[in-house]
């Protein structure tokens, strides 16, 4: 009982600290705008000069951020329950790249689409996430069983490979192309509208739910596979359906934002950290903490060196790359 409210506790703290981030990035940037006029314009969009900075430029900004670093938590929290490994992430996997380079496929052959709607890049980035799953499955799988060591060596591979590919593809790119893929592939969440955001609520919107469906089976797959199947979960039916959906998320998620790497890995550590490693509260936990870091390194990205802006994938890169190696440390010092 004491571990539930503690739990509930550490939810409704990471809540408040979610809501003070939101109103200290409402205020910062290029233009500050008073808390009163956030109020104002909040209340009267048509009557305070501030209104059109605040609810069409930096109000989507934020919720995009915080939504996106919900879903890269979300899915890096999921991968690491089914890979079995607690490094797995959706950048370090190689899901990332080949979202990518679907998503540089479909800017390259069809501008017109990116231009008219924003409902394809989403698809385009799927099947390029979904693809690399693919090729890490059958990459893992020995004798029918997925060997979590295999997955991650194959992710940072195929990782590698895409990377490869997209750089030899912007090579033949005209300028403003080359820009407007760099920019993606950094990471950056500028220039977000209400268009981007709500382009992505309809996939958070079905591929959620259905994670929030298999906290049990997500539980039960932290066992062996034999006490698994020996509680009648079909270990392999659930693996692929938990990795497609968790894949899925991710790549909705990059389409809109770029490369965005560390979320998935950092949020769910943290997270296990002071919830516990049960994925009913788990969850919950990493996409605040997913949300909230994501959130946090765009507001340092653009208030830090103004005028210039940085691609909040470089800064998540930088604040979570030191983390990465601490942990790669302490699961090599573990198997040693």
Known sequence: ?????????????????VFIVILLSVNMGYSKIPYGYVIESLLN????????????????????????GMGLALSGCILQAVTGNQLA????????????????LF???????????????PIFAMIGGLLVAWILYVFSNRNGKVRPSYFLLGGIGVSAGFTA???????????????????WLSGNIWGTSWYQVK????????????????????????????????????????RRILLIV???????????????SFIGLVGPHIARRYIGARHRMLIPASMLIGGLLLLMADT?????????????????????APYFLYLLRKQIGGEI
């Open 107 to 121: 800017l390259t052959l069809f501008p017109s689409l990116h231009i008219s709607t924003m409902v394809y890049q």
């Open 45 to 68: 969009s048509q009557g305070v000069d501030s209104s059109t900075v605040l609810l069409q430029i930096r109000l989507p900004r934020i919720i995009l951020a915080f939504l996106c």
């Open 89 to 104: 992430d959706p950048g370090i996997l190689g899901i990332n790249a080949g979202a990518g380079f679907m998503v540089m």
């Open 165 to 183: 590919i997209m750089t030899i593809m912007a090579s033949d790119m005209d300028n403003s192309s080359y820009q407007l893929v760099a920019r």
């Open 246 to 260: 968790s894949v899925a998320l991710a790549a909705s998620c990059v389409s809109v934002t770029g490369g965005i």
């Open 1 to 17: 009982m004491m571990k539930r409210g503690r739990q509930w506790l550490v939810l409704w703290f990471l809540l408040m600290l």
């Open 300 to 320: 340092i990205g653009r208030s830090l060196f103004q005028p210039i802006e940085i691609p909040v994938g470089i800064v998540i890169s930088v604040l979570a």
């Open 199 to 238: 382009a992505l609520i309809p996939y958070l919107s079905v591929l959620i739910p259905i994670l929030f469906t298999k906290v049990n089976v997500l539980d039960l797959l932290l066992l062996s596979e034999e006490a698994s199947l020996a509680l009648g979960v079909k270990v392999e039916r659930e």
